[in-house]
C-alpha cells in the first residue's frame, strides 16, 4: 500500500499529500480501534458527543503522547477515545522523505461516526 502511494506521487515531489494521507491512515486505524458502549447511546446525545485528540508520534510510530484538545462532557466517551488511541499504538513510521522526528495529529471524535459501525 505504501509503495502505491509513492508510485503515485513520485519521489518526494508531493511531500504535503504523503502526510496528508498519512495522517488519513493514521485517523482511520485509530478510529478502527474506537467503540463506545451502544447501551448508554440514546438519540438525543449523539450529536452532543465530540472531542478532538492531538496526538504527538515520532517519526518510527511510537506516540509521545496524546490529550485532549477539546474534551466531550461524558467521561465514558473521553475514556473511550483515549483507549482508541492506546489500542493503536505503534502507528506506522512516517513515510519515506518526510523528515520530521515527530509530528503532532489531530482527530475530532463525533459519536454520529461511530454509529455508522455499531
Not at 50 to 77: H, M, P, Q, Y
Not at 83 to 91: G, V
Given at each position: 500500500?505504501?509503495?502505491?502511494?509513492?508510485?503515485?506521487?513520485?519521489?518526494g515531489?508531493e511531500?504535503?499529500?504523503?502526510i496528508?494521507?498519512?495522517?488519513?491512515?493514521?485517523e482511520?486505524?485509530?478510529?478502527s480501534?474506537?467503540?463506545?458502549?451502544?447501551?448508554?447511546?440514546?438519540?438525543?446525545?449523539l450529536?452532543?458527543?465530540?472531542?478532538?485528540?492531538?496526538?504527538?508520534?515520532?517519526?518510527?510510530?511510537n506516540?509521545?503522547?496524546?490529550?485532549?484538545k477539546?474534551r466531550?462532557?461524558?467521561?465514558?466517551?473521553?475514556?473511550?477515545?483515549m483507549?482508541?488511541?492506546?489500542?493503536?499504538?505503534?502507528?506506522p513510521?512516517?513515510?519515506?522523505?518526510?523528515r520530521?522526528?515527530?509530528?503532532?495529529?489531530?482527530?475530532?471524535?463525533?459519536?454520529s461516526?461511530?454509529?455508522?459501525?455499531?
Amino acid at each position: 500500500k505504501d509503495r502505491d502511494v509513492k508510485q503515485v506521487l513520485g519521489r518526494g515531489s508531493e511531500n504535503g499529500i504523503t502526510i496528508r494521507i498519512y495522517k488519513m491512515e493514521v485517523e482511520d486505524r485509530v478510529k478502527s480501534n474506537w467503540s463506545y458502549p451502544v447501551a448508554l447511546v440514546n438519540s438525543g446525545s449523539l450529536e452532543a458527543l465530540e472531542a478532538t485528540v492531538v496526538i504527538k508520534v515520532k517519526s518510527d510510530g511510537n506516540i509521545l503522547k496524546s490529550w485532549f484538545k477539546r474534551r466531550s462532557s461524558d467521561v465514558i466517551f473521553n475514556d473511550s477515545v483515549m483507549k482508541a488511541i492506546d489500542r493503536s499504538a505503534p502507528l506506522p513510521p512516517f513515510p519515506e522523505g518526510y523528515r520530521k522526528s515527530y509530528d503532532e495529529i489531530e482527530i475530532n471524535f463525533n459519536l454520529s461516526e461511530l454509529e455508522n459501525v455499531l
